[in-house]
């Protein structure tokens, strides 16, 4: 007597699913992880699995690999057709491995005659919403809505994995066990001491965020700040800090986009951190442009942002681009240093912080996951998944290589004298040793 149709069924749907798995990563050698399947069933390390890959039904490894590339992964990720459990970070190296993998063609019709044997998925497609905008990329309205797509979330939510400070960028780690507070505000100094900050500068800050930088800047260094953001809540948020600071004297938010500062003032030093990332390639040009005729001659200009290796080539269309940083663009440092050379500027110093990024994203993503139910009843759970995978996934990036942090010190000489001294020592004295 056979099975029962319906549990016959099942175990085929098991079946066909275990013998992908087994095709699909004959070749990976990493075993230290687990793919658990809607039914129980098990497949890999049996003991203390890094990570595990839960399948929710048996339509999953349809949906994720039938078309696979990194947004399709992503979506189901979203929603819910599968689940990581563990190790997130270590499970984007496997992601990773099976994106970057060059299969013959007779293999990928025989991986994918395997999947079409699954059922389509019919849960429900439920999620956030992808950034679809309408108007010319990069132009003010459209970047404006691209922004507040990111970072109007409550600030609930960013409170609950950043630090007390909520900076969002990459921290500066003295060693790898400094706990995240410490790391932000060693970079929030070591900024500082860059751009060698003096009682009274007039300090631009673009893309300021919820303000820790001015704060620090205004309270350490005794300067006169203007910061702008493209985000009305972010806007409030730091103005309500600023008051409660009692700093609000000295310096103040505006909402507003660069290309539209008042160019009647000059700024003895400006800094950009983490903004850069949404300005768009074919705009850099005016973007360095803007920040030399602000800046006064014989300041500088610290620019702090993302960069994609010259070598990474991305297969496939972007999760992030589609569901975090919509209209975003990454370029090798090269690029940005040529955009701004021809604006200009002299080029002082460039630092690579990649390790301190990786570490700041892992603290962020612990963070994320100690507070995941708060983070779904603050906002739901498929900006809880979103936020976690997009992070996890960036971390491995810095890991890699494929994405770098730069720190970018540019001057504006006077009559070639750059004012600055002959070595950085100053840079590496810590606040308790210098006076204002």
Same mark, same amino acid.
Request: net charge neutral; charged share 25%; hydrophobic share 35%.
């Given at each position: 007597?056979?099975?029962?149709?319906?549990?016959?069924?099942?175990?085929?749907?098991?079946?066909?699913?275990?013998?992908?798995?087994?095709?699909?990563?004959?070749d990976?050698?990493?075993?230290d992880?687990q793919?658990?399947?809607?039914?129980?069933?098990?497949?890999?390390? +049996?003991k203390?699995?890094r990570?595990?890959?839960v399948?929710?039904?048996?339509?999953?490894?349809?949906?994720?690999?039938?078309?696979?590339?990194?947004?399709?992964?992503? %979506?189901?990720?979203?929603?819910d057709?599968?689940?990581?459990? /563990?190790?997130i970070?270590?499970?984007?190296e496997?992601g990773?491995?099976l994106l970057?993998?060059?299969?013959?063609?007779?293999?990928?019709?025989?991986?994918?005659?395997r999947?079409?044997?699954?059922?389509?998925?019919t849960?429900? *497609?439920?999620?956030? /919403?992808?950034?679809?905008?309408?108007?010319?990329?990069?132009?003010?309205?459209?970047?404006? *809505?691209?922004?507040?797509?990111?970072?109007?979330?409550?600030t609930?939510?960013?409170?609950?994995?950043?630090?007390?400070?909520?900076?969002?960028?990459?921290?500066?780690?003295?060693?790898?066990?400094e706990d995240l507070?410490?790391?932000?505000?060693?970079?929030?100094?070591?900024?500082?001491?860059?751009?060698?900050? @003096?009682?009274?500068d007039?300090?631009?800050?673009?893309?300021?965020?919820?303000?820790?930088?001015?704060?620090?800047?205004?309270?350490h260094?005794?300067?006169?700040?203007?910061?702008i953001?493209?985000s009305?809540?972010?806007?409030? =948020?730091?103005?309500?800090?600023?008051?409660?600071?009692?700093?609000?004297?000295?310096c *103040?938010? +505006?909402?507003?986009?660069? *290309?539209?500062?008042?160019?009647?003032?000059?700024?003895?030093?400006?800094?950009?951190?983490g903004?850069?990332?949404h300005? /768009?390639e074919v705009?850099?040009?005016?973007?360095?442009?803007?920040?030399?005729e602000?800046l006064?001659?014989? /300041?500088v200009?610290?620019?702090?942002g993302?960069a994609y290796?010259?070598?990474?080539?991305?297969?496939?269309?972007?999760?992030?681009?589609?569901?975090?940083f919509?209209?975003? %663009?990454?370029?090798?440092?090269?690029?940005?240093?040529?955009?701004? %050379?021809?604006s200009?500027? +002299?080029?002082?110093? =460039? +630092?690579?912080l990649?390790?301190h990024?990786?570490?700041?994203?892992?603290?962020?993503v612990?963070?994320?996951e100690?507070?995941?139910e708060?983070?779904?009843?603050?906002?739901?759970?498929?900006?809880?998944?979103t936020?976690?995978?997009?992070?996890?996934?960036?971390?491995?990036g810095?890991?890699?290589?494929?994405?770098n942090?730069?720190?970018?010190l540019?001057?504006?000489?006077?009559?070639?004298?750059?004012?600055?001294?002959?070595?950085r020592?100053?840079?590496?004295r810590?606040?308790?040793? @210098?006076?204002?």
């Amino acid at each position: 007597m056979g099975l029962p149709a319906t549990t016959a069924l099942r175990d085929s749907k098991v079946e066909l699913s275990l013998r992908f798995l087994n095709d699909l990563l004959a070749d990976y050698s990493q075993r230290d992880y687990q793919v658990r399947l809607w039914d129980g069933t098990t497949w890999g390390a +049996e003991k203390s699995p890094r990570f595990t890959l839960v399948l929710k039904h048996p339509g999953s490894l349809r949906t994720m690999f039938l078309d696979p590339s990194e947004l399709t992964l992503g %979506e189901a990720y979203l929603h819910d057709d599968f689940d990581i459990e /563990g190790d997130i970070e270590a499970a984007m190296e496997l992601g990773s491995h099976l994106l970057a993998q060059e299969r013959s063609f007779p293999n990928r019709l025989h991986l994918a005659a395997r999947l079409r044997q699954l059922p389509v998925s019919t849960r429900p *497609r439920l999620s956030r /919403g992808e950034a679809r905008f309408q108007g010319r990329m990069h132009g003010k309205d459209r970047d404006r *809505r691209a922004v507040c797509f990111h970072y109007d979330l409550p600030t609930e939510f960013y409170a609950l994995w950043l630090d007390r400070r909520m900076v969002y960028s990459c921290a500066y780690f003295a060693t790898p066990s400094e706990d995240l507070d410490t790391a932000q505000q060693h970079k929030l100094d070591y900024i500082c001491r860059k751009l060698r900050l @003096r009682h009274g500068d007039r300090l631009l800050d673009v893309g300021c965020g919820w303000g820790g930088l001015m704060m620090h800047a205004v309270a350490h260094y005794g300067v006169q700040a203007v910061g702008i953001t493209l985000s009305v809540p972010q806007a409030e =948020v730091a103005r309500q800090r600023l008051r409660e600071s009692k700093l609000n004297d000295q310096c *103040r938010v +505006e909402v507003l986009d660069y *290309r539209n500062i008042d160019h009647s003032q000059q700024y003895d030093k400006i800094v950009s951190v983490g903004m850069f990332e949404h300005v /768009g390639e074919v705009l850099l040009p005016e973007y360095f442009r803007r920040a030399w005729e602000l800046l006064r001659p014989g /300041g500088v200009f610290l620019n702090h942002g993302i960069a994609y290796s010259a070598t990474y080539r991305r297969r496939g269309p972007s999760f992030v681009d589609r569901y975090v940083f919509p209209d975003s %663009e990454l370029v090798p440092i090269s690029v940005s240093l040529r955009a701004a %050379e021809l604006s200009g500027f +002299e080029i002082r110093d =460039v +630092e690579s912080l990649r390790e301190h990024y990786a570490l700041t994203l892992h603290h962020w993503v612990g963070r994320l996951e100690a507070q995941a139910e708060q983070a779904r009843r603050i906002t739901d759970d498929v900006t809880y998944r979103t936020w976690r995978l997009y992070m996890a996934g960036s971390a491995h990036g810095f890991r890699s290589g494929r994405l770098n942090v730069y720190q970018t010190l540019l001057a504006k000489p006077l009559h070639g004298e750059s004012g600055l001294p002959l070595n950085r020592e100053d840079w590496y004295r810590s606040l308790e040793d @210098r006076s204002l």
